[in-house]
């Protein structure tokens, strides 16, 4: 991460000039990435052109001291140094983008694209910077090939073929990759200046969804811009569905290991799950004559949020909905935000977790309009355990692992359908690969656990109320002595061996615990298993039919569905 050039910004309730700052001491220095987090109104946006504005100037006048890194540069190149390193990058309305890019030097289209950037002061115009960002792409490709070239033909003169390096990822070759991990439906390829779109046949860009253009442009932008940079992005997740918008940003993250991210945004979930340094809750803002004033605090505890933050910015929203997962997990929330659009969802790790911060919230009286629920995995736990949760909201899927339910017959039979196969043919080679090649196999295993599971709830049912030691040691002895380790085990094993007499393929799913089913599961419909996970999320994503009915047959495994 950039170690040269820091976030400056106006220190909490203090009034600061409107435009350029010299007193340094209303200036707090921060690093690493950061989100600002508030409802409209609190000043987020006008606090982000005021942070471009007195960052350049700041950095440009050298009043803070910097980095001894930094290249050293005078006057006029010093001044661009700075402002290629800066971006303020609006959320957009309307974006339009088309596929034809410009040929021009890198020095031009830099250039050109520091002037836009200096232009570009209302979101109104969206495709401000597009072609401008696309012909530095494609500038900084030649360059890199050319280099290649000269060191290529440098070697083969000398004899050292043998030295020949494979040669790194273009720019425009990166742009493919990383757009092809986020809709791997349709592909982009660039050539001959132009960029293609094919879902299977060719698509103009300009006619592509609003959340892909949003992304093409995104990744132009972000790629264009060099490496050591302060990236301010107002209102980034504009277009996106809740299931990417997380994904993408830790994606360009990763890819621009040294740039520092700025997020702007009203969206609490994003800002809540999002892996970042700081976050700061905008709380108020006011402007007076030639002075602005921010208030805002840093939000340490992502698990338990001020109230005000929570009545604030969720609005009008009335459900929240805890589950197993971290941000990292994507199965879990990709899945859940298609099936609970309206909801705000938060991960929790672990199912004790879920159960600990639904009950919490549900205790909270001050948040009593919002109505908090609850979703664990089934794994083995005792139905008991189950129904002693419930009445708090919190219920479990009916498959064991939600990875299951990839594998679920609703799922599977539209997968076959779009794949062009009669689902009652491969019906037999599922039913091998579920009951024959694996649950045949894990049976011992599978009691075990499932035995385990339910002696550890047995053993915590234990509570004396005897506070004499005799007392309190016989009744341990006693409630030990009524735990039956072989009845638990034998109790499991004859479920198992149901299942597999029986060979029904739900109440398997519902019981057999295992995250890796789907990747067996997916060679039945030549995918592998990366493929069939992204296949089910990208029509989830890009086909209404089939996405109401993937959804419709997840419903019934899925509690607190509508």
């Not at 700081?278 to 001020?306: A, C, R, V």
């Not at 009593?368 to 919190?394: F, N």
Request: proline share 4%.
């Amino acid at each position: 991460m950039n170690q040269d050039l820091n976030i400056l910004i106006p220190k909490s309730d203090i009034p600061v000039h409107n435009g350029t700052v010299r007193d340094t001491s209303v200036i707090e220095k921060i690093n690493g990435n950061t989100i600002l987090v508030g409802k409209n109104g609190t000043g987020k946006s006008k606090l982000a052109e005021w942070m471009v504005t007195n960052m350049e100037h700041l950095f440009i006048n050298r009043s803070f001291e910097l980095s001894p890194s930094l290249p050293e540069l005078d006057g006029q190149e010093f001044k661009v140094y700075i402002r290629e390193r800066i971006h303020h990058i609006h959320a957009t309305k309307e974006l339009s983008i088309h596929g034809s890019i410009n040929a021009m030097s890198l020095k031009r289209a830099k250039s050109e694209l520091l002037q836009k950037k200096k232009d570009a002061k209302s979101p109104s115009r969206p495709s401000s910077g597009f072609q401008e960002s696309m012909a530095v792409i494609l500038a900084e490709d030649i360059k890199i090939m050319s280099q290649l070239h000269k060191e290529v033909t440098e070697k083969i003169n000398s004899g050292k073929i043998e030295e020949i390096q494979i040669p790194r990822e273009t720019y425009s070759k990166k742009l493919e990759r990383i757009w092809n991990s986020f809709f791997p439906y349709i592909s982009i390829k660039i050539e001959d200046y132009s960029i293609l779109a094919n879902n299977p046949s060719t698509v103009p860009i300009d006619q592509m969804s609003d959340g892909e253009r949003n992304a093409l442009f995104l990744l132009a932008k972000i790629l264009s811009i060099p490496d050591d940079s302060i990236i301010i992005l107002d209102e980034p997740n504009t277009h996106f569905h809740q299931s990417i918008k997380s994904t993408v940003w830790k994606t360009l993250e990763e890819e621009m290991p040294t740039c520092v991210f700025i997020y702007i945004t009203h969206d609490l979930e994003f800002a809540v799950k999002h892996p970042k340094e700081h976050l700061l809750w905008m709380q108020e803002f006011e402007l007076s004559g030639d002075t602005l004033k921010w208030k805002y605090e840093e939000i340490k505890d992502y698990q338990n949020l001020p109230e005000d933050l929570l009545i604030s910015v969720l609005g009008d929203r009335k459900e929240i909905l805890f589950i197993e997962g971290d941000s990292n997990n994507s199965i879990d929330i990709e899945l859940y935000t298609y099936i609970f659009p309206s909801h705000m969802i938060i991960p929790c790790e672990s199912y004790s977790k879920v159960v600990e911060a639904t009950k919490s919230f549900a205790n909270n009286g001050s948040l009593h309009y919002l109505k908090p629920l609850g979703i664990i995995d089934r794994d083995y736990h005792p139905q008991a355990y189950l129904d002693s949760i419930k009445e708090d909201g919190i219920e479990a899927l009916e498959v064991a692992e939600i990875e299951n339910l990839f594998c679920v017959p609703e799922i599977m039979e539209v997968i076959a359908a779009n794949q062009n196969i009669e689902y009652g043919t491969v019906l037999p080679d599922i039913n091998d690969i579920i009951f024959i090649n694996r649950l045949k196999n894990e049976i011992g295993a599978q009691s075990r656990n499932m035995a385990r599971y339910h002696l550890r709830y047995k053993l915590e049912k234990f509570d004396s109320r005897n506070m004499e030691k005799t007392s309190f040691c016989s009744d341990f002895e006693d409630h030990i002595n009524g735990i039956n380790a072989e009845e638990e085990f034998e109790k499991a094993e004859i479920l198992y061996n149901e299942i597999l007499t029986n060979q029904d393929i739900r109440e398997c799913l519902k019981y057999y615990n295992s995250k890796g089913l789907y990747s067996n599961i997916a060679s039945v419909f030549g995918q592998t298993p990366r493929g069939y996970k992204d296949l089910i999320f990208s029509l989830l994503e890009s086909n209404p039919a089939l996405k109401t009915q993937i959804i419709d047959g997840l419903k019934k495994y899925i509690p607190h569905c509508e």
